[in-house]
């Protein structure tokens, strides 16, 4: 528990009330599915890039990725690395083609509702097993926010872990059930800042020394830490270790929650600018959460003996070290700014999931917006309770449920997603077999061990999905004219800008 909790109660508190101050505005203008799902299109390039971003790294870039670098050292830069190349990519390769293809595909507002619209599947079975893999991957990606969530409550305020993981749900879910992307998109803006100051705020202030002072620091303890191709216990890192590290940003072409930042940007020329400062805020971010690793090692290893009992909690640890509790409350609330930018959008996706992909296709056709959103709003409360119930394992890591649940998303979406923005052969069957291939491969390679299989199961799941779409595409028949049709808009919009 840290000590001096009053000033920091008070400073969660503010900034509790300044998150609900934003989703009351945003439940105002909140009149309709669209504006619910994807706040109406209406997003700036700041609010664009911070929200994806935000909304991508979570909590585990304040607990995870440090305690990832606290215990490998430099290994940890293959995993930076990959995920760098991936946002970049991603904002290159999706970003203006998804916005303008779900836009010409009748208003598509969800992934799922974007293939089945894209393909013109009249059986809804490609929305709807879409949907299915959102609701799964998303129940676990969830609680791993949650989990992040109980953590800082746990470590904060000296809490009884599940009481702090049901504290914090209610955090999250309180204005993502009434304000929808609006209020989740405007909070992320405001977190995603708050994350990066206090990433680079925290290394800085409590490294002692010069960064010289650090490396030579880090190579007195184990030299083999600031080694790339070497891990902390002197092996080299093979092939698969560093392969799997790196595949993590592959894993971006396949998000449903950072998608969704695409389709609600109000141009595609701002999608340039939001490109710039997504990437700008990914570098920063990312490279402060390595150095809260490596200063915390050091840290560690100087005031405390060594001993740390969970690595993702460094940041905390060394924020109630160095700052007085006016600041450690305001930097520590970066880490539920992380939990809460994250899960809100994961809520959100996986309710528009439900309401938008299974409720209105399968049950009620005929549904009125207000009936969607309200069944949106009771999928956030359904689904953040069975997240609940996952994340009440004290043993739980962030690192880890993040890792399963993106490595789903990557897998299933990614490969499905960039052929059907670029390969006009790509027909319906095609997805599905790809969708089908990328979500159950994953789910079956994360259950074997040794060998080949400790390689990141996104990586066998990205590359079959890739096969099967291009096999089934080309031995069934062609796409529709309406299709055609529908390519030669999107191609005809994309030219001119």
């Known amino acids: 528990m840290i000590e001096n909790n009053l000033a ?9 009330i300044l998150m609900m101050a934003i989703g009351l505005y945003a439940y105002k203008r909140t009149k309709d599915s669209t504006d619910y799902f994807l706040g109406g299109r209406t997003l700036g390039p700041w609010p664009t890039a911070i929200s994806a971003g935000a909304s991508d790294m979570s909590g585990w870039l304040l607990l995870g990725l440090p305690g990832f670098a606290f215990t490998s050292g430099a290994t940890s830069l293959w995993l930076a690395g990959g995920l760098l190349l991936g946002t970049w ?27 089945a619209r894209r393909f013109d599947d009249q059986s809804k079975l490609l929305q709807t097993i879409s949907a299915f893999f959102i609701l799964m991957f998303f129940l676990f990606y969830t609680s791993s926010g949650l989990v992040a969530g109980g953590k800082l409550f746990e470590t904060v305020f000296g809490l009884d872990y599940q009481v702090a993981v049901i504290i914090g749900t209610l955090c999250v879910v309180s204005y993502t059930l009434f304000g929808g992307f609006l209020a989740v998109s405007w909070t992320d803006l405001v977190q995603g800042l708050l994350m990066a100051a206090a990433l680079v705020a925290v290394p800085l202030v409590s490294m002692e020394g010069s960064f010289s002072d650090l490396s030579n620091s880090i190579a007195a303890k184990n030299p083999q830490l600031l080694d790339m191709f070497t891990n902390a216990s002197g092996e080299s890192m093979s092939a698969i270790a560093i392969i799997s590290l790196v595949a993590w940003g592959l894993g971006y072409f396949g998000q449903p929650h950072i998608l969704a930042r695409f389709n609600a940007s109000r141009s595609n020329k701002d999608l340039t600018v939001a490109r710039h400062i997504a990437v700008t805020w990914t570098t920063i971010s990312m490279a402060g959460a390595l150095l809260v690793g490596l200063v ?61 992909d299974f409720y209105k296709q399968l049950i009620r056709p005929d549904a009125s917006q207000s009936e969607i959103v309200m069944v949106g709003r009771l999928g956030v409360v359904g689904l953040s309770l069975i997240a609940l119930v996952l994340a ?25 997603l960039i052929f059907a923005l670029y390969w006009k052969r790509m027909n319906r069957n095609g997805a599905l077999a790809g969708i089908l291939v990328g979500g159950i491969t994953v789910v079956i390679w994360k259950e074997l061990s040794g060998g080949i299989f400790e390689l990141f199961e996104i990586v066998p799941g990205f590359a079959l999905a890739s096969i099967a779409i291009v096999v089934v595409s080309l031995m069934t028949k062609p796409p529709s004219s309406k299709i055609a049709d529908l390519i030669e808009r999107v191609e005809k919009n994309l030219a001119q800008g």
Not at 104 to 113: V, W, Y
Not at 392 to 416: I, K
Request: hydrophobic share 55%; charged share 10%.
């Open 296 to 356: 915390g090692m050091i840290y560690v290893d100087t005031h405390l003996g060594g001993e740390l009992a969970d690595s993702e909690t460094i940041f905390m640890l060394l924020v109630n070290a160095v700052f007085h509790p006016i600041v450690a409350g305001i930097l520590l609330a970066a880490i539920l700014a992380a939990v809460m930018s994250t899960a809100d959008s994961q809520l959100l996706v996986s309710s528009s999931a439900l309401a938008e």
């Open 89 to 115: 990519a991603n904002w290159i390769v999706c970003a203006k083609r998804l916005r303008t293809f779900s836009i010409e595909a009748d208003n598509a507002l969800t992934l799922p509702e974007f293939f």
């Open 8 to 16: 920091i109660t008070g400073t969660f508190i503010a900034y509790l």
């Open 392 to 416: 009440f394992n004290p043993e739980s890591s962030v690192l880890g449920l993040v890792s399963y649940a993106w490595a789903g998303f990557g897998a299933a979406f990614g490969p499905a």
